[in-house]
Every structure is written in structure tokens, then in C-alpha cells.
């Protein structure tokens, strides 16, 4: 039987997961940069991104719980919904600074604009990680542990027992 220490040593430190949350993200985002570009070329692309953003947003929250954060299994569906909240969070960040960069700068330059967009991207995408990190699977973590944690017995003098060849057990 497992204890909750075992499980504490196989849930990864903070860089570890902030790699490993690189790494899925990373790599959930490059997928779905191709499978816009292709599901566009039979939908219009508003509804290709729609999609694929709805799909890669519970692909990487499936990742994030099995292999990021050492959740112990799949999401639960609280664990979507607040990995979706979180996603759209990080998607209004990366919105709002292209926006302001539209109104400070009339014609910005391609290299501008992805500055500003990946380091909005970066930005959105560290605080992402402290929201799963620490709200979205820290309950997971905190509950499996405390399920899993060993009762010590202690027992008790036989003389504090009616009949003294009977032992009473406290946990």
C-alpha cells in the first residue's frame, strides 16, 4: 500500500513541473497551430480555432494532471473547467496587450507585435502554470495524501482494560 509519503516524492518539484508544463504546453500549441491551419481549409477558420482551441485546451489539461503535476490519474471535470477558466484568462492577457499595443503604436512592425504577443504569451503562461500548480491540482494532491495517509495505533496498558488479557487500540 502506498503511503502519502511515497506520493509526495512522486509528485515533481516546481521546476521540474514548470518544465514539464513548458514541454505540454509547448507542445499541445505547436500541434494546434497545424491542425487550425488545416481544419481551416474546410471551415472558416474562426470556427477551426474554436474548435481546436476547445480540444488542445482539454488534451493539455489531461497531460497537465497525468504527467505535470503528478496528479495521480485523469482531470476531473472541476480540473477542466478551472484549466479552461484559466486558458481564457491567458487568452483575454495576450488580447488586451495587443490591443493597447494598437493604440499606443498606429502601424507596429511584425517584429514589434511578436514581442509584445509572446511576452504577454509568457506572462499569461507563468501565471497559468501558479493557478494549476497551485489550485487546480495542489486539491488533488492535498486529498490523495490525506487519503492515503498511514493511522498509527498506539496501545493502551492491558491494565486499563477490563479484562486484562484484552488490548485496546487508539488511533
Known amino acids: 500500500?502506498?503511503?502519502?509519503?511515497?506520493?509526495?516524492?512522486?509528485?515533481?518539484?516546481?521546476?521540474?513541473?514548470?518544465?514539464?508544463?513548458?514541454?505540454?504546453?509547448?507542445?499541445?500549441?505547436?500541434?494546434?497551430?497545424?491542425?487550425?491551419?488545416?481544419?481551416?481549409?474546410?471551415?472558416p477558420w474562426v470556427v477551426a480555432n474554436a474548435l481546436i482551441?476547445?480540444?488542445s485546451t482539454l488534451?493539455?489539461?489531461?497531460?497537465?494532471?497525468?504527467?505535470?503535476f503528478g496528479a495521480g490519474g485523469r482531470a476531473t471535470?472541476?480540473?477542466?473547467?478551472?484549466?479552461?477558466?484559466?486558458?481564457a484568462a491567458a487568452y483575454a492577457v495576450t488580447c488586451v496587450a495587443m490591443l493597447v499595443l494598437q493604440?499606443?503604436?498606429?502601424?507596429?512592425g511584425v517584429l514589434l507585435e511578436q514581442v509584445v504577443y509572446l511576452s504577454a504569451s509568457a506572462l499569461a503562461g507563468v501565471a497559468r502554470f501558479a493557478v494549476l500548480r497551485l489550485v487546480v491540482f495542489a486539491r488533488n494532491r492535498s486529498q490523495a495524501a490525506?487519503?492515503?495517509r498511514p493511522v498509527?495505533?498506539?496501545?493502551?496498558?492491558?491494565?486499563?482494560?477490563?479484562?486484562?488479557?484484552?488490548?485496546?487500540?487508539a488511533a
Open 77 to 87: 471535470w472541476r480540473q477542466h473547467v478551472q484549466s479552461a477558466g484559466s486558458a
Open 103 to 108: 493604440q499606443l503604436a498606429a502601424a507596429p
Open 146 to 148: 490525506a487519503t492515503t
Open 53 to 55: 482551441t476547445v480540444v
Open 59 to 68: 488534451l493539455a489539461t489531461e497531460l497537465h494532471a497525468r504527467f505535470t
Open 152 to 169: 498509527h495505533a498506539t496501545v493502551a496498558p492491558a491494565a486499563a482494560s477490563a479484562d486484562p488479557g484484552v488490548l485496546c487500540y
Open 1 to 43: 500500500m502506498e503511503t502519502a509519503q511515497s506520493q509526495q516524492q512522486t509528485a515533481p518539484g516546481a521546476f521540474t513541473a514548470f518544465a514539464r508544463f513548458v514541454l505540454c504546453g509547448g507542445g499541445v500549441g505547436v500541434a494546434s497551430s497545424f491542425a487550425v491551419a488545416a481544419l481551416a481549409s474546410w471551415l
